[in-house]
């Protein structure tokens, strides 16, 4: 088992799902449930490759929909 490292702090990455928020000219998307590595000293988030191309691809199916705000589960099947 490989051990992450924080880049900030150097304390020591935790899998946790967070979430993800967004503002986009003004509309805000809050997309629930990601898994993310959280720093257990400082907080600090981090989001691997996938999760972030996964991000990206709800966020480009809502942005040009959004009215004010947008919640979605990243689990859900959106992308």
């Known amino acids: 088992?490989?051990?992450?490292?924080c880049f900030k702090c150097k304390g020591t990455m935790i899998s946790k799902n967070t979430n993800y928020i967004l503002d986009l000219d003004g509309s805000i998307i809050i997309i629930?449930?990601?898994?993310s590595l959280v720093c257990d000293q400082?907080?600090?988030?981090?989001?691997?490759?996938?999760?972030m191309k996964r991000i990206e691809k709800i966020?480009?199916?809502f942005k040009n929909t959004l009215t004010e705000i947008a919640i979605v589960n990243y689990d859900d099947k959106v992308a």
Request: glycine fraction near 10%.
């Open 32 to 35: 629930k449930n990601v898994p």
């Open 42 to 51: 400082c907080g600090e988030v981090f989001y691997e490759n996938d999760v």
């Open 59 to 61: 966020v480009g199916l």
């Open 1 to 5: 088992m490989i051990i992450m490292k």
